[in-house]
């Protein structure tokens, strides 16, 4: 069964310093999407992306976050300078019908800001 | 806006014991609605959907939700829990018409032997 993967599974970086979270979307699916997990808080949506471009944004998603496919397969997301508030759990989730569809989660990167 | 509302964040039961886990929203436009689940260490699984139709809906592993919209409700049922369905499980809804899934705040099931 196809899946959504994620890499890496762990990240620990030092505030300030840029990371990249990259995702493979099931291949034939058009809508691609970002969530985190704050521990102890709800999943939060961040970031939806259609036809190269975002389609939605949550307030969270602000200037220090992008978003891009880089080539047919890949969908990143980067951090340009992280910050301690950062440190979360990062899904990325991907679907073929922009409402009536699943949307198929990744395993999530925990991501670990000092 | 819409916001979803799981009344329990801890639920312990017994093996091949029945478990209900409590789902409410709120939202003034149409939603569609999911259960995921999360099993240690990894990503969220759907378990099933409301979309339209049937307000008893089955999933899989023998999980089944019914959609009460008087009562803004979409609880989770199974007759008889499994050790391995000891997870995390998250109730969420998309508006129609919207992309963007807006989640619970999880239910912890711990199957005890």
């Known amino acids: 069964e196809p899946e959504v993967t994620q890499t890496p599974s762990h990240q620990v970086t030092q505030m300030g310093q840029e990371v990249i979270l990259r995702c493979v979307p099931i291949?034939?699916?058009?809508?691609f999407y970002w969530y985190r997990q704050i521990l102890g808080q709800k999943v939060e949506f961040l970031v939806s992306f259609y036809n190269n471009e975002i389609s939605e944004k949550s307030e969270i998603f602000d200037d220090q976050f992008s978003v891009e496919r880089p080539d047919g397969s890949n969908f990143t997301l980067k951090i340009r300078s992280t910050k301690l508030e950062d440190s979360a759990m990062y899904f990325c989730?991907?679907?073929?019908?922009?409402?009536?569809?699943?949307?198929?989660f990744g395993p999530g990167t925990r991501l670990l800001v000092l | 806006a819409q916001s979803v509302t799981q009344l329990d964040s801890q639920v312990p039961v017994f093996e091949e014991a029945p478990v209900e886990l409590r789902c409410n929203y709120s939202s003034s436009v149409s939603v569609y609605l999911f259960w995921y689940v999360q099993y240690p260490n990894q990503g969220l699984q759907l378990l099933l959907k409301?979309?339209?139709?049937?307000?008893l809906v089955k999933g899989i592993n023998g999980f089944e939700a019914e959609f009460n919209k008087s009562q803004t409700s979409f609880h989770l049922r199974k007759p008889s829990v499994h050790i391995s369905d000891t997870a995390e499980y998250f109730c969420?809804?998309?508006?129609?018409?919207?992309?963007?899934?807006?989640f619970g705040g999880g239910t912890r099931v711990l199957v005890k032997p």
């Open positions: 291949s034939n699916h058009l809508y």
């Open positions: 989730a991907s679907s073929d019908d922009r409402v009536q569809e699943t949307q198929y």
């Open positions: 969420a809804l998309i508006k129609a018409a919207g992309n963007k899934l807006t």
């Open positions: 409301y979309l339209s139709g049937s307000t």
